[in-house]
């Protein structure tokens, strides 16, 4: 998988999944436009790749607001010349069943998981069009495909998502642009790490989230972080509108 040459907007790559993405876009040649809502966790993902060697620059902005969403894509073409692959990886995962989400979760949840990723993907494909073709790759969820406990507003954005991914890879393949998505198992990142930790029994809940996994382990970041390079290397040519599962078998159970 060589990314030389290919610009790479990352959202939410100042932490986990989608800062280890960015580390690996950039280890393989690629020019890399790190997004996050969090200034401080996004510059020091550049840092890293800088010191690495590589080739980055933090773009701020929250993805969930249309204009910010522009400019996220406008600033990254200004300062890069083009956009050749978007990932779609800034995400939040509320807990709760339907009665425990209130309007403003459920507001919340929709604007940053599935608003964000909709409507930079309309600016990118803008973008890609006058360059012959790209590729996005969304980051869903298992939560996306089966039924997660107390997961209700989560798991019918990630589901939306792909949705999202299925109807973009439909309408853009004639413009070269391949749209495919990612869907994580439980994945030990730092965000999910934060959320285990400030639990009353952190040992006893990982416990309970590695029983749930066919392969007793939680998911490492670079592991989904491979699946998302896959999906947007130029191997993968044939490959649009895939739900790439990447679970420790969860799913197939
Ligand atoms: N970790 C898992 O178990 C798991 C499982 C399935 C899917 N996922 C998905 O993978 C993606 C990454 O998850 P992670 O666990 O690495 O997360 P994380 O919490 O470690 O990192 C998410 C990053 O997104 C940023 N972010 C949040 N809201 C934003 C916004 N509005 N605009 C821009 N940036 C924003 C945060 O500041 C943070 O740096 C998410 O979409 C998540 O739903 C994770």
Redesign the pocket.
């Known amino acids: 998988m060589n990314f030389r040459d290919k610009v790479v907007l990352i959202?939410?790559?100042?932490?986990?999944?989608?800062r280890k993405a960015a580390l690996m876009f950039a280890e393989r040649g690629a020019k890399v436009a790190v997004?996050?809502?969090?200034e401080a966790?996004g510059k020091e993902t550049v840092e890293k790749i800088k010191e690495n060697g590589g080739e980055a620059v933090f773009v701020h902005?929250?993805?969930?607001k249309t204009e910010v969403a522009k400019k996220i894509v406008s600033e990254t073409v200004e300062i890069y010349g083009k956009l050749d692959i978007l990932v779609n990886?800034?995400?939040?995962?509320p807990y709760g069943t339907i009665e425990d989400t209130d309007d403003e979760e459920f507001e919340r949840t929709i604007a940053?998981?599935l608003k964000?990723p909709f409507m930079l993907s309309k600016f990118a494909v803008m973008e890609m069009k006058k360059r012959g073709g790209g590729v996005i790759v969304n980051?869903?969820?298992?939560?996306g495909l089966v039924g997660i406990p107390k997961r209700c507003i989560?798991s019918v954005s990630?589901a939306a998502l792909i949705g999202l991914t299925r109807s973009l890879a439909v309408d853009y393949v004639e413009y070269g642009i391949r749209v495919n998505a990612v869907?994580?198992?439980?994945?030990q990142?730092?965000?999910?790490m934060?959320r285990v930790n400030a639990s009353p029994d952190p040992e006893a809940l990982l416990r309970k989230m590695k029983s749930r996994i066919p392969m007793g382990r939680?998911?490492k970041?670079e592991e989904?972080a491979f699946a998302i390079l896959f999906a947007a290397c130029d191997e993968a040519a044939f490959m649009t509108g895939s739900i790439i599962n990447i679970d420790g078998g969860s799913t197939a159970v």
């Open positions: 959202t939410g790559a100042g932490s986990g999944i989608g997004n996050d809502i969090d966790r902005g929250d993805v969930s990886n800034a995400g939040i995962v940053i998981n964000g980051v869903a969820s298992e939560a989560y990630k869907c994580p198992g439980t994945t990142s730092q965000g999910l934060a939680l998911g970041e989904i």
